[in-house]
């Protein structure tokens, strides 16, 4: 893949599946490499969600490597779900070797209410300018709120991605920050402070797998490298086709377990006419 490959600017004014099926196709032509700093629980499913869908993932996370390596990469992905002190130097390089090198970087703030230490850690990571933050309502509200939530159920919300409340935080949040803001659930959120679409596309037994959330905002890093330019427009459609995915896979699944397998099937498998077919993307 080129330094820095690109979505032709025309296509961002094309329909919303139009676009979802360029920026899917860009990845499965371009094969970004999506450095992955993530938790243990997340490693494997976000590993393989990014090779179904076209993209080659590195879990590449030592102080060490970082100066050498992060330079080659298309988008640096960073997720403090497992988060120890000893994580938090090798993530913050990261981003500012990202940042230094013009390369897209996207935080998953997972639990971030859960305790103080997390809070803090995210809103450190926050100040290093993510392009694009993707949480739960409870995640996003706790980022906004920069307080510990005292009925946090860590990595699961607590809160409806749509209620006014949430949707009005991550507005504020993305002005505040300069990044892209997605809030997950039933109705998935993007906004850039001043715009703010959903997409409806996914099956809530994905929330009981774990690490999906994870794995779409790894999505979003591999759709984002492809098209840096416009990281509202390429984390709507990373986030639909991943529900998409889900959808497709539910039609062959039993239950979460044969989801899992079924949703990293058809993620690899999406084609055209589908994507055309099925992606739900709209102003909210
Ligand atoms: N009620 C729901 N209906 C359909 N899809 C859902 C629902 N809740 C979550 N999802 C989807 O599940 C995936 C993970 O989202 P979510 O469970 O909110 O993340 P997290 O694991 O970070 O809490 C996303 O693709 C999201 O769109
Ligand atoms: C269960 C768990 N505990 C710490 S990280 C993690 C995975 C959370 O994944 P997701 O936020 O995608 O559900
Ligand atoms: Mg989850």
Known sequence: MEENPQIPEEQSTESWPRQAWAHLESVRAAAPLIQCITNFVSMDLVANVLLSAGASP????????????????????????TLTPDWLPAMKMAAEVANQCNKPWVLDPVAAGAS??????????????????????????????GSVD???????????????????????????????VAVSGAV???????????????????QKITATGCSVTALIAAFVAVDPSHPLEATATALSIFGLAGEVGMGRARGPGSLRAELIDALHGLDRDTVHRMVKIGNV
């Open 58 to 81: 590195a879990m590449i996370h030592s102080v060490e490597e970082i100066p050498e390596f992060t330079p080659k990469i298309h988008a640096l992905y960073i997720n403090v779900g």
């Open 150 to 180: 005292q009925t946090s159920k860590g990595p699961d919300s607590t809160h409806d991605s749509t209620g006014d409340d949430v949707i009005g935080a991550a507005k504020s949040l993305s002005r505040s920050t300069g990044s892209v």
């Open 116 to 145: 103080s230490f997390r809070l803090r850690a995210c809103l450190d990571l926050l100040k290093l300018k993510p392009t694009v933050v993707r949480g739960n309502g409870s995640e996003i509200m706790a980022l906004f709120k």
């Open 188 to 206: 998935d959120i993007v906004t850039d402070g001043a715009r703010v679409v959903g997409s409806a596309n996914g099956v809530p037994m994905l």
